[in-house]
Nanobody, 126 residues
């Protein structure tokens, strides 16, 4: 059973930083690099956003609103994923979740083949 578990959320003031971590169990280490990984967020009353994705070949994509402020990275030896969030804004407040998608499926959080964590709350005050 693949199980992502997030940590690192919290409350910060605008302009501050947070580092979110995701430990993903249930994937053999030699297979971990074949998974596409990502972070999505969802705020009450708003649609889910796939904020940052790290593809199987190490490429990264971000939604426009976080480009230049958020950085996604992965550790294939530790089966871990990180999201560094800098210059946070109140509009970044949401529950943040990580996910893992096995090959050969398309990498998006709502895929029926993706494994999603329970999330960690990020609250940014002005």
């Amino acid at each position: 059973q693949v199980q992502p578990v997030e940590s690192g959320g919290g409350a910060v003031q605008a302009g501050g930083s947070l580092t979110l971590s995701c430990a993903i169990s249930g994937i053999p280490t030699y297979q971990f690099s074949t998974y596409c990984l990502g972070w999505y967020r969802q705020a009450p009353g708003k649609e889910r956003e796939d904020v940052a994705i790290m593809t199987r070949d190490g490429g990264t994509t971000y939604i426009d609103s976080v480009k230049g402020r958020f950085t996604i990275s992965r550790d294939n030896l530790e089966n871990a994923l990180t999201l560094q969030m800098d210059d946070l804004e109140p509009k970044d407040s949401a529950m943040y979740h990580c996910w893992a998608t096995p090959p050969p499926y398309h990498c998006y959080s709502s895929s029926p083949y993706s494994h999603r964590g329970q999330g960690t709350q990020v609250t940014v005050s002005s």
